[in-house]
């Protein structure tokens, strides 16, 4: 289900977007309400593809963000088929099963909380991205209960696998007091977004406690934009500018 299509997606992938003249190609994955991308507008000038499975927060994130491309499709298979299309990808993929929280609620057998296999469509994309895409690349995940298989830079709550430096500061705000224990609200008012209306079958607290902070995602995005700017700069410099 397409809810939008404004993004030209050819098979031939385009040279990095001229800063300044040629919109930025983002790819937005498991973006939910899109916490990460809610500052990215005073970055860069972007075309923003997101890719959410469920169709209740697609159309949040629409109404969020109606300039956005807005796909209802499974990330992880929409990254295999069109990653080439885009100059900047960010996946954020479920957390759940790597968590903390989670592991500790099946070793104190509480009910419902069976231990469960570790997804490893996290390491999937990471792998993939590090190996087969051209561009600039974050994902992101929270610290699990064991130790990574592939290292990462730790950042707060947050470890992220990126194909650039990231700085030591991610100018990340203070979390709200027992944000993840006290519901939804809280995390609304962090994240400015209302819930309300949300019809679909995950939990609202859930939702809300699993975006990332746009302070966070507005730094991360600046500084790969900052490692792009400089990469099309060299390239004019030392071939002329072909545009």
């Known amino acids: 289900?397409?809810?939008?299509?404004?993004?030209?997606?050819?098979?031939?992938?385009?040279?990095?977007?001229?800063?300044?003249?040629?919109?930025?190609r983002v790819l937005n994955l498991y973006a939910c309400l899109g916490g990460n991308r809610?500052?990215?507008?005073?970055?860069?000038?972007?075309?923003?593809?997101?890719?959410?499975?469920?169709?209740?927060?697609?159309?949040m994130y629409k109404e969020r963000f109606p300039n956005d491309t807005v796909i209802v499709a499974d990330a992880h298979e929409y990254l295999l088929n069109n990653y080439m299309n885009f100059d900047f990808i960010w996946s954020?993929?479920?957390?759940?099963?790597?968590?903390?929280?989670?592991?500790?609620?099946?070793?104190?057998e509480r009910e419902n909380y069976n231990p469960i296999y570790p997804d490893m469509t996290l390491y999937q994309e990471i792998i993939f991205l590090d190996n087969y895409y051209k561009g600039k690349y974050?994902?992101?995940?929270?610290?699990?209960?064991?130790?990574?298989?592939i290292p990462a830079?730790?950042?707060?709550?947050?470890?992220?696998?990126?194909n650039f430096n990231l700085p030591n500061e991610l100018n990340g705000r203070p979390q709200p007091k027992g944000f993840i224990e006290t519901g939804s609200k809280p995390n609304e008012i962090f994240h400015?977004?209302?819930?309300?209306?949300?019809k679909g079958e995950q939990r609202k607290d859930k939702i809300a406690c699993n975006l990332v902070d746009y302070e966070v995602g507005k730094t991360i995005f600046a500084t790969a934009m900052g490692v792009?700017?400089?990469?099309?700069?060299?390239?004019?410099?030392?071939?002329?500018?072909g545009w």
């Not at 289900?1 to 930025?24: C, G, R, S």
């Not at 974050?138 to 298989?149: A, G, K, Q, T, W």
């Not at 400015?192 to 949300?198: A, K, M, N, Q, T």
């Open 192 to 198: 400015e977004i209302d819930l309300s209306s949300y």
């Open 228 to 241: 792009i700017l400089k990469s099309n700069v060299k390239q004019n410099s030392l071939f002329g500018d």
């Open 92 to 108: 954020s993929p479920p957390c759940p099963s790597h968590s903390r929280i989670r592991f500790g609620q099946a070793n104190s």
């Open 38 to 59: 809610y500052k990215w507008d005073e970055v860069a000038n972007i075309e923003v593809t997101a890719i959410e499975l469920d169709p209740e927060l697609a159309r």
């Open 153 to 162: 830079k730790k950042r707060g709550r947050h470890l992220y696998w990126c």
């Open 1 to 24: 289900m397409i809810i939008n299509t404004n993004v030209d997606t050819t098979t031939e992938a385009l040279p990095f977007a001229k800063p300044m003249l040629q919109a930025v």
């Open 138 to 149: 974050v994902v992101e995940n929270v610290i699990p209960f064991y130790e990574p298989l």
